[in-house]
């Protein structure tokens, strides 16, 4: 097929689909005697493939996974995709993990607040086990602001702002990234929005079941590049034998009386 009709049928550009060829996401493709490229299934296969693994985890990564399957044995392919579900099977393990903190944080109540309640940076971050350095970058970006103290200017955190952190800390860990925060922590600290947690961590596993879905298809895409698995060999004490034989088989081999 011509490269224009592999375009049409991944859904990429002419350009796109050359650039793929040239980064060795498709194998080389045979010149006619004219110089046009000359594609086949496996090409498109290729194609297909790039485009729902680009999706599941990500450009860099799905061209490794495609040359790996133009040059290195089907088990290093079959690797490479098992650790990309098992990232997000860890992804999806932590998001689980951060709606069952995000609950309890909201559900703890703040009684009579004392001055000797604050804590200090150092306390914080040996209490959540980040570093000093991180509440300090969160206190830049506007995550999480403490207090300051009036004669040396040093960090205050209240319990409120402790809550504040401990929230940020479970939904930086479930992989939320720092932009979205900085839009939803001032609902939180302002007006207590539970919703607006579950919300973002709804979105948060609607993109993690995107991804999944998308590596799936990438898979399927994918096998139809590999070679065919070969035949276990059979276990010598095995008393079933490989399948056609065994007992069972034996009788209705043999003929009847």
């Known amino acids: 097929m011509r490269t224009v009709d592999v375009a049409r049928r991944s859904g990429y550009?002419?350009?796109?689909v050359r650039n793929l060829e040239r980064d060795g996401v498709l194998p080389p493709a045979q010149r006619s005697a004219t110089g046009h490229r000359r594609y086949t299934d496996a090409h498109?296969?290729?194609?297909?493939?790039?485009?729902?693994l680009a999706a599941g985890v990500g450009p860099g990564e799905a061209k490794e996974i495609l040359r790996a399957a133009h040059r290195l044995p089907a088990s290093h392919v079959l690797a490479l995709l098992d650790a990309a579900h098992a990232r997000l099977d860890a992804e999806r393990t932590r998001l689980r993990q951060a709606e069952e903190a995000a609950r309890a944080i909201h559900g703890e109540p703040i009684g009579d607040v004392r001055p000797s309640d604050a804590m200090s940076v150092s306390e914080l971050a040996a209490a959540l086990g980040v570093r000093p350095s991180t509440l300090r970058h969160w206190d830049a970006e506007g995550l999480v602001v403490p207090d300051r103290d009036g004669v040396r200017g040093t960090r205050r955190y209240t319990p409120a702002q402790v809550r504040d952190a401990r929230i940020v800390h479970q939904l930086r860990a479930a992989g939320h990234r720092v932009a979205p925060l900085r839009d939803l922590m001032p609902h939180l600290r302002h007006a207590r929005r539970r919703h607006d947690v579950a919300a973002a961590l709804a979105a948060r596993d609607a993109a993690i079941t995107a991804r999944s879905r998308a590596l799936l298809d990438g898979a399927a895409a994918l096998g139809a590049l590999l070679p065919p698995a070969a035949p276990s060999p059979h276990d010598p004490h095995d008393p079933h034998g490989p399948a056609g034989t065994g007992p069972a088989q034996d009788l209705l081999r043999r003929p009847a009386p």
């Open 13 to 16: 550009s002419v350009q796109q």
């Open 44 to 52: 498109l296969h290729c194609a297909l493939a790039y485009r729902a």
